[in-house]
């Protein structure tokens, strides 16, 4: 049972910190999602779980190791792997090509490979095609498989249904949540849609301007009357 803490976390860009004093658990085989208005801190926060933005205060470990001084790649060997929400796949390489970078430096990619392919098999359609001329849903597969080329225990997932078609959002939340089941990987997801997520979630944070406004089992906060105006925004 793998757990990433957060303890009064702060984060920012090098300026003003955007996040302020957040603490939260992610477990395996939990999904977390992340919900509150534009420009509230959540791609902020994600990254700074990753190590792309700065962690200013606070604590940040993976089963008792710290993080925070940690590089991306250093989580991501200790078991957090990030997919960002933009550029998040290299459009001149076939998907296949995209798996093995992701793995680079492994001795035993091939396997690596297979296994996600396991896990995404809907992958094994395309694999041979530049990622640059997928549809959006499959890109968005494609680098999820990415991430997990790094055997994550917990995944942190940024707004993977952007850009996607309706009928494709539910389709992509519904493949994190066979993830979470098939492997155990703990999932912390921002997503715009919020009560698709949720209705996928066990619990949820809300986060306004960079603080944890309500945190607590998913179901729970989607039927709070005032759901929508007050955390929302016009997204629910
Ligand atoms: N690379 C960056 N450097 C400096 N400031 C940034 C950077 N990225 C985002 N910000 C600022 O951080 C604040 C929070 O943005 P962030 O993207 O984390 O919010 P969000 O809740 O994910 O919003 P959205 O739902 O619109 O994606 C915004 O004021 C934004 O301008």
Same mark, same amino acid.
């Given at each position: 049972? /793998?757990?990433?803490?957060?303890?009064?976390?702060?984060?920012?860009?090098?300026?003003?910190?955007?996040?302020?004093?957040?603490?939260?658990?992610?477990?395996?085989?939990?999904?977390?999602?992340?919900?509150?208005?534009?420009?509230?801190?959540?791609?902020?926060?994600?990254?700074?779980?990753?190590?792309?933005?700065?962690?200013?205060?606070?604590?940040?470990? !993976?089963?008792?190791?710290? $993080?925070?001084? $940690?590089?991306?790649?250093?989580?991501?060997?200790?078991?957090?792997?990030?997919?960002?929400?933009?550029?998040?796949?290299?459009? /001149?390489? /076939?998907?296949?090509?995209?798996?093995?970078?992701?793995?680079?430096?492994?001795?035993?990619?091939?396997?690596?490979?297979?296994?996600? !392919?396991?896990?995404?098999?809907? $992958?094994?359609?395309?694999?041979?095609?530049?990622?640059?001329?997928?549809?959006?849903?499959?890109?968005?597969?494609?680098?999820?498989?990415?991430?997990?080329?790094?055997?994550?225990? +917990?995944?942190?997932?940024?707004?993977?249904?952007?850009?996607?078609?309706?009928?494709?959002?539910?389709?992509?939340?519904?493949?994190?949540?066979?993830?979470?089941?098939?492997?155990? +990987?703990?999932?912390?997801?921002?997503?715009?849609?919020?009560?698709?997520? $949720?209705?996928?979630?066990?619990?949820?944070?809300?986060?306004?301007?960079?603080?944890?406004?309500?945190?607590?089992?998913?179901?729970?906060?989607?039927?709070?009357?005032?759901?929508?105006?007050?955390?929302?925004?016009?997204?629910?």
């Amino acid at each position: 049972m /793998t757990q990433l803490i957060l303890e009064h976390l702060s984060a920012g860009y090098g300026g003003a910190d955007i996040v302020h004093d957040v603490s939260l658990q992610v477990g395996s085989g939990e999904i977390v999602t992340l919900v509150g208005p534009n420009g509230a801190g959540k791609s902020t926060l994600l990254k700074s779980l990753a190590g792309v933005a700065r962690v200013t205060a606070g604590s940040l470990s !993976i089963d008792g190791t710290d $993080l925070v001084a $940690l590089s991306p790649f250093e989580r991501a060997t200790r078991g957090v792997a990030f997919m960002p929400q933009d550029r998040n796949v290299f459009r /001149t390489l /076939t998907v296949t090509e995209n798996l093995e970078t992701s793995a680079w430096g492994h001795d035993d990619i091939a396997a690596r490979k297979d296994e996600v !392919i396991g896990l995404l098999p809907t $992958l094994a359609n395309y694999l041979n095609k530049a990622a640059g001329g997928l549809s959006g849903g499959q890109r968005q597969m494609a680098a999820l498989g990415m991430t997990l080329m790094s055997r994550p225990s +917990i995944l942190l997932v940024d707004e993977p249904t952007a850009g996607l078609s309706p009928n494709l959002v539910g389709e992509m939340l519904d493949v994190l949540q066979q993830l979470t089941r098939d492997s155990g +990987i703990g999932i912390l997801i921002v997503e715009q849609n919020a009560r698709a997520a $949720l209705a996928r979630a066990d619990r949820a944070v809300v986060l306004v301007d960079g603080r944890l406004r309500r945190a607590g089992p998913a179901a729970e906060l989607a039927a709070e009357p005032d759901f929508g105006a007050l955390f929302f925004g016009d997204h629910a």
